[in-house]
């Protein structure tokens, strides 16, 4: 048996995004005493953290209302918001609803948002511990939640002890608290343990996709935020892209896609490129560099997909916990709220139960009720969307129903779907391919670390897969993670390049066999999202 380091604390936060820190900051901030502890896997606070991220400041001003007076270094103040449906060629404007007019708000960085977080955290004595990911849980005899083990360190390709071998410790904690962000791989196993989800919708996801490029002087307006429907999305496939345009001539250009389409020949990266090439967008970019580049999925479900937030000796919040307001298209505030409301809860109470019936009734949660019928009303495609989100903006979202999510594993199968005629073009912007996205998120993995993406059955991935459905793992994965290659034999096998991985997990959501899990890799792998 591995001899292993215990260490004790009040309170456990996993996950250095802006739920944990906030979480972290107001606990010492209502009981200076209690002795907290944040792990974050990734190398840096802020090295994993991506968001579009066009931020509602009032939580941000209630945490740290000195945060103006010193803010990361992409803030931007809302100055215009524009919405356009694209065709292939052209486009057309469309109003702006409620949920998404920005006056008052900021465009932000949230990786250089969350370092700052982070220092306020350690100044009022919370241990922040970066380049330490949660493998396991660990519960006490009563069967609660009892803390986290770190990984190991050190570890060869088959899972051995290498020279440079150091058994991660264990962190036990009264309370702990999963800020992991969307399907984290601990908060993905407390759910099933304790049926978090069984009283509700199924949890729905898209998979964001944000570049940040530098363009010629004259190009950019500062502060005009944009948002677009249709092309390159058909009909029905749900999505939208935005531009954002910040000081210096930069601008963020995205993506998101919902991952609850149907063609398994469809490949959101290239959809997002595409995009890029539309002439309304290429004759903004061209000419210009792209700087970096990142992946991530959302949790999209909102009020009927939440699970229960609270379990004996732990807690959900943030993305961990599906906060997120998807017709607003903003989580941040509600990280901040839903962590900052952790936290009160547990200096008042010492512990978990209880507490996701008061985030239900909090304004976070009467946010996400007030708007829960719009993401699902697009099932039945753009316009049915549109039409059924304008209807639940006119009434305040007082009709009396909920309409349910759907599955993210409803993938067609091949001789089951008609893929149309999207009209995509020859591309001639950067990134070429799926390998050079990768260059520009600056992600590292040692080469001799253990395969952190496991795979149930390979062979599966070779022969019913492959004829079913075409191995979608290749193409809705934005970081050619997942390749078939020869065998040697005349046949194919599954080839995984874990090396590539982003971590946005879009493989543990969107696998029509559900038989890829997303572990953590070594602490301090993964992406480096300068200035995302």
Request: glycine letters at 12%; one cysteine or more.
């Given at each position: ?13 996993v ?19 209690l ?18 991220a ?30 356009r ?46 380049g ?7 519960y ?9 083990q ?9 899972g ?17 608290v999963l ?18 989800d ?10 964001g ?12 307006e ?71 580049a ?53 200096a ?28 699902p ?30 599955s ?25 391919d ?82 890829i899990?997303?572990?953590t ?12």
């Amino acid at each position: 048996m591995t001899d292993r380091d215990v260490m004790e604390y009040d309170v456990l936060i996993v996950g250095g995004g802006p739920a944990g820190l906030a979480c972290a900051i107001r606990l010492k901030q209502l009981k200076p005493d209690l002795n907290v502890c944040l792990l974050e896997k990734a190398a840096a606070i802020g090295s994993h953290a991506l968001s579009g991220a066009v931020i509602e400041p009032g939580p941000l001003d209630e945490l740290l209302p000195e945060w103006r007076g010193n803010p990361p270094g992409v803030c931007v103040p809302a100055a215009r918001d524009e919405l356009r449906l694209l065709t292939r060629k052209g486009h057309v404007s469309l109003p702006v609803p409620p949920q998404q007019h920005n006056h008052g708000n900021f465009i932000v960085s949230l990786g250089l948002l969350a370092p700052q977080l982070a220092q306020a955290a350690e100044n009022l004595g919370v241990d922040v511990f970066a380049g330490f990911a949660g493998a396991t849980m660990l519960y006490g005899e009563d069967g609660a939640v009892a803390g986290v083990q770190i990984g190991d360190l050190g570890l060869g390709k088959e899972g051995q002890p290498g020279p440079d071998f150091a058994p991660g410790p264990q962190i036990r904690a009264g309370v702990t608290v999963l800020a992991e962000g969307c399907r984290g791989s601990l908060s993905k196993t407390l759910i099933a343990r304790f049926a978090l989800d069984q009283d509700c919708s199924p949890q729905t996801y898209a998979l964001g996709m944000k570049e940040l490029w530098q363009l010629p002087a004259g190009r950019v307006e500062p502060g005009l935020i944009q948002h677009s429907v249709g092309w390159p999305l058909d009909n029905a496939t749900y999505g939208g892209s935005f531009i954002y345009h910040l000081n210096d001539n930069r601008v963020y250009v995205g993506l998101v896609v919902g991952l609850d389409y149907k063609d398994p020949r469809f490949s959101p990266f290239e959809a997002f490129q595409q995009f890029k090439h539309h002439p309304s967008v290429r004759a903004l970019l061209e000419g210009g560099e792209i700087v970096g580049a990142g992946a991530r999925t959302i949790a999209a479900g909102g009020w009927q997909s939440l699970p229960k937030l609270e379990m004996p000796g732990a807690l959900l919040v943030g993305d961990a916990g599906g906060t997120l307001n998807f017709p607003k298209i903003k989580g941040v505030h509600q990280a901040i709220r839903s962590g900052m409301l952790a936290a009160a809860h547990i200096a008042q109470t010492g512990g978990s139960a209880g507490f996701d019936a008061r985030w239900r009734a909090s304004p976070g949660g009467q946010e996400l009720r007030k708007v829960r019928n719009i993401k699902p009303g697009f099932k039945g495609g753009l316009w049915v969307g549109l039409l059924n989100g304008a209807l639940e903006t006119i009434t305040g979202g007082r009709l009396p129903w909920t309409l349910r999510n759907s599955s993210n594993t409803a993938l067609d199968k091949l001789d089951e779907y008609a893929s149309p005629d999207r009209g995509w073009v020859e591309r001639s912007l950067p990134p070429r391919d799926r390998l050079a996205s990768v260059f520009f998120a600056s992600t590292t993995h040692d080469e001799a670390q253990p395969v952190h993406l496991k795979v149930a059955d390979t062979h599966l991935c070779a022969t019913r897969c492959t004829a079913e459905y075409g191995n979608p793992c290749t193409r809705f994965c934005p970081a050619n993670v997942y390749e078939m290659v020869d065998d040697g034999a005349g046949a194919k096998r599954l080839q995984i390049n874990a090396a590539n991985c982003v971590h946005c997990k879009a493989c543990d959501i969107k696998d029509p066999y559900a038989q890829i899990t997303w572990t953590t890799p070594e602490g301090g792998s993964g992406p480096n999202y300068a200035g995302l």
